[in-house]
């Protein structure tokens, strides 16, 4: 039964050239062979293109005209995939070997619609693992996505899903940059799924680089439409009950924002009080009433990233 039961892995590729070809060795590397690779190359303008056409006669892939994102890739390629399962696995990712067979294993034996990987991440420069504060608690994934990742793994990828479960859900019409799997997988949750966990099947997240070290001005606007996506998908699916934390979660959003803001160096402290005053002044913030003055919260997160450097400082000597 086992071995009878195809596997769809998806990967989709914008400008990946440096991690790409790692992502696809590691597929064909998997102890599991009842698999297919497809990827979606997602019109990107370095050599992740050139590169996915060294795997031409072993790969499914699928070539934009225009850059259409990461949420819009993943639902296409689920028409794609011929698998009884399907698996999502990012270009600067990689799977340990038996990754695929532990999931498959779980999910049979327990019938499960989604089984969800140990997320392991590991920092780019380095290569070295970096712990990751997640709880696994299957039972309030949908939770995760809504308010709090660290309840369970928010990414698409490191499951495996159902391919039928993925077909069947009514996915949101979303176009954002940050928080693409949260709504992914509100869509996959919100029909009730049996989700197992195995541990043994390692996805190893590539953490670092411009992602990170980089500040985005624009992010916070992905934060705020996140948000009011969730909150409007809340209120029509009777999930209305979880607001509240919704917006402490926004709150606590643009405080790490304004962090970032400080620590980038790249603005005084009157532009970023000035910035706050503008942003607070328009929805949705304006419905929070508890919100602290722009001063406050400048004074709250300049006080934060000085007691964060003093604790590095102390232990450095």
């Known amino acids: 039964m086992l071995s009878k039961t195809f596997v769809s892995v998806v990967i989709p590729a914008y400008n990946k050239e440096n991690t790409i070809r790692q992502a696809i060795d590691s597929i064909f590397r998997q102890s599991y062979h009842s698999l297919e690779v497809i990827v979606i190359e997602d019109n990107s303008t370095d050599r992740t293109l050139s590169h996915c056409k060294r795997y031409f006669n072993d790969i499914t892939l699928v070539c934009h005209d225009d850059n259409e994102g990461l949420y819009s890739s993943r639902i296409e390629a689920i028409d794609y995939a011929q698998g009884d399962f399907i698996t999502f696995v990012d270009a600067d990712d990689w799977l340990e070997p038996n990754a695929i067979f532990r999931s498959m294993v779980t999910a049979l034996d327990r019938k499960a619609d989604i089984v969800q990987m ?150 005084t402290r009157d532009e970023i009080i000035t910035f706050l005053g503008y942003e607070l002044a328009n929805t949705p913030w304006t419905e929070f009433r508890d919100l602290p003055s722009p001063e406050k919260i400048y004074t709250k997160c300049y006080n934060s990233l000085a007691r964060k450097f003093k604790k590095k400082l102390r232990s450095h000597f």
């Not at 197992?196 to 670092?208: K, M």
């Not at 680089?209 to 992905?222: H, L, M, T, Y």
């Open 118 to 267: 140990k997320m392991n991440r590991r920092l780019s420069k380095w290569n070295l693992p970096f712990p990751i504060n997640n709880k696994y608690d299957k039972k309030r994934a949908i939770e995760g996505c809504l308010y709090d990742p660290k309840l369970f793994p928010v990414s698409c990828c490191g499951k495996l899903y159902r391919r039928d479960l993925l077909m069947n859900a009514e996915y949101i019409d979303f176009d954002g940059f940050w928080g693409e799997d949260r709504i992914f997988n509100i869509a996959a949750y919100n029909q009730k799924p049996k989700i197992e966990v195995n541990l043994d099947a390692v996805y190893n997240y590539r953490w670092g680089g411009e992602s990170v070290n980089c500040f985005k001005e624009d992010v916070i606007n992905d934060y705020v439409g996140v948000y009011e996506t969730k909150k409007i998908w809340a209120k029509q699916n009777g999930y209305d009950h979880y607001i509240p934390q919704m917006e402490q979660e926004l709150r606590d959003l643009l405080f790490y924002y304004i962090r970032h803001m400080i620590d980038s160096e790249m603005y």
